[in-house]
């Protein structure tokens, strides 16, 4: 037989391997049954390139597969497999998926350092074969289901953390000698992602994984954090906030019998911090452990690096969370880390503030700037007063020089002033739920005077008109028990003309509501909320709007609509996020309680 009809021959069975991550093994054990003593690897390899004999390759390679032998014997193939790694080109392509893919991790420690060496030398060697190493490594990070165990609740054990650590001391010395390699190790990382209703041990771990080589790469925390960030967005808008509540607070939750209740009453302190709705409880857990990741770095003594995790972070929030419609906590993470420091709060308001005053940026995206604004310095104890009022004057010098730009003869349609509404919405906003700071001494007083609320609550634009009405009778009643400005006539004007609109057409046109966004709303999450409870701040009314409530007309009416109340606080808990229609219910609130102040998103005291 001539060389060229041997290698002819040699070719068409052994099957190049290809340049993708793609699996060619082929999962059937060869009938053929042979002791590996009798099987040297390099001789099979130069037995099959000299002579194009097979059998004892698929020997080796069934072999390989079935993975029945000790530690010994795993040690003696891996150490001939580096003696002729030259030997291993695209023609043995399925024999080093079969190498690569045996359960290491289990073995003892010298065959553990055997199979690094002998991937090592692999990579080194033929770089095809990078992918499918790394595709390999990259599954070793995503736990099994006897798993579970040590990662309770989200958060790994010592051992877990341990049996991670080969593949981690793997790919930094793949690092040391391939430095592009990491390129190829983000791909794959993105791409064998854990899905999101994968239990919460499995996407935990895999986020463990990813925080941990944040250590050793520092060059790449950014596209670490993103990948892991795109993850949360999408936990996050498929566990909302009604869904979490339905499943924490059942309707049936008053019919548990007496000995149930006992039951639940002895029930184990950890088990209660267990979110019932499981999409929940693994985003609690990833918060949990993201707060920790950015505690670690944001707290550091070196303030460099806790710069740039702000920085980091920042860029994070305005690529993706900024843009994500109907998120729920991932922002917290955010206001998290704005509690650190105060400069960091500064900045970060400062930074949404120049997307509000930029007319190149979109108008959804000016708004969801303004929401976050107007949230953060309501919820944030860390925000100084000094912040709070000088983001005010801004908001208020922005907001009178429109309406002395903007002609009265022009039409007065939301979707014409969206950006204004919604800044002029979150000036009423933080002045109501800042209150009891705001108006505590008299000095804070002038302050308020001098931002003119009147005239802006009094121009042709009428923002009060598109507000929200529990935002819209939360400042109302602060105005009207400080003396800044009387809105009550404007909002008994709004209301008829709304209600004769109802009457008019049947429903009120979807113009008459601004989309209305909280990001920073009560966080729901049981174990991650240790972290942000101390520095979030609940709704408490000044003494003179309490006084004021009970010494007014309203206030003497107010038990003749207290289960009314009740109704409206459920239309806020759903008018929170953006809605095109606010409804006959919302109509009816308003008629009721346009002199009922107080009652706000948050507004509970």
């Not at 590996?36 to 099959?48: G, H, N």
């Not at 208020?396 to 309406?403: L, T």
């Not at 109302?476 to 008019?504: D, F, M, P, S, W």
Request: hydrophobic share 40%.
């Amino acid at each position: 037989m001539s060389v060229s009809g041997a290698k002819r021959r040699l070719s068409s069975i052994l099957k190049p391997y290809p340049n993708g991550d793609g699996s060619k093994l082929n999962t059937s054990a060869s009938q053929n049954k042979v002791r590996f003593e009798d099987l040297s690897v390099e001789a099979v390899l130069q037995d099959a390139l000299d002579t194009n004999r097979l059998q004892r390759f698929e020997q080796l390679l069934a072999t390989v597969k079935e993975e029945q032998f000790d530690d010994g014997k795993f040690q003696q193939i891996f150490v001939e497999s580096k003696r002729c790694v030259h030997l291993l080109n695209a023609n043995f392509g399925m024999l080093v998926e079969a190498l690569v893919s045996v359960n290491w991790l289990t073995r003892n420690e010298l065959a553990r350092e055997i199979y690094k060496e002998f991937v090592i030398e692999l990579l080194v060697a033929h770089s095809n074969y990078t992918s499918l190493v790394v595709s390999k490594l990259v599954q070793g990070f995503i736990p099994k289901d006897e798993d579970r165990s040590g990662l309770e609740y989200g958060s790994p054990t010592e051992v877990t953390v341990r049996f991670f650590e080969p593949i981690h001391d793997l790919i930094v010395r793949l690092k040391n000698v391939i430095p592009m390699i990491f390129d190829v190790i983000l791909v794959h990382l993105r791409k064998q992602y854990p899905y999101f209703k994968k239990p919460t041990h499995v996407v935990c771990g895999y986020l463990h994984n990813m925080l941990f080589m944040t250590d050793y790469s520092p060059m790449f925390v950014e596209e670490l954090l993103e990948i892991i960030f795109n993850r949360f967005l999408v936990i996050d808008v498929n566990a909302p906030r009604n869904e979490i509540e339905e499943a924490e607070f059942p309707e049936d939750d008053e019919q548990v019998f007496s000995m149930e209740e006992d039951l639940v009453a002895g029930q184990d302190a950890e088990e209660e911090m267990v979110m019932k709705l499981p999409l929940a409880e693994t985003l609690d857990c990833c918060m949990e452990r993201m707060m920790g990741f950015i505690e670690q770095r944001a707290s550091s003594d070196n303030n460099s690096e806790a710069d740039q995790m702000f920085r980091i972070l920042l860029r994070l929030f305005d690529n993706h969370i900024l843009p994500t419609h109907n998120t729920h906590h991932v922002q917290f993470l955010i206001f998290y880390v704005c509690s650190f420091k105060q400069s960091y709060v500064e900045y970060f308001i400062t930074y949404l503030w120049k997307h509000v005053c930029n007319p190149n940026v979109s108008t959804p995206m000016r708004q969801a700037s303004v929401g976050y604004i107007a949230s953060m310095l309501a919820r944030a104890k860390f925000v100084s007063l000094s912040l709070l009022k000088s983001t005010l004057h801004e908001f208020s010098n922005w907001v009178h020089h429109y309406i002395q730009q903007i002609d009265s003869m022009l039409s007065s349609a939301l979707k014409a002033h969206m950006v204004f509404y919604s800044v002029c919405q979150a000036i009423f906003y933080v002045i109501a739920f800042r209150s009891r700071q705001l108006t505590v001494s008299s000095k804070n007083l002038t302050f308020l005077q001098s931002l003119q609320l009147s005239s802006i609550v009094t121009c042709h634009l009428n923002p009060l008109r598109v507000c929200l009405p529990a935002v819209a009778t939360a400042f109302a009643g602060v105005t009207r028990a400080h003396q800044l400005a009387y809105c009550h006539t404007i909002l008994e004007r709004n209301a008829r003309r709304k209600l004769a609109t109802v009457y008019k057409n049947d429903s009120q046109t979807p113009e008459e509501c601004l989309d209305t966004f909280f990001p920073f709303d009560p966080y729901m999450l049981k174990k991650s909320s240790k972290r942000i409870d101390p520095i979030y701040l609940q709704y408490q009314a000044s003494d003179a709007e309490e006084t004021h409530a009970i010494q007014s007309p309203e206030g003497r009416s107010r038990k003749r609509y207290e289960s009314m109340a009740e109704d409206v606080d459920d239309f806020l808990q759903e008018s929170k996020r953006p809605r095109n229609d606010c409804g006959a219910a919302s109509e009816l609130g308003e008629m009721h309680f346009t002199y009922s102040y107080g009652v706000s998103p948050g507004f509970h005291s």
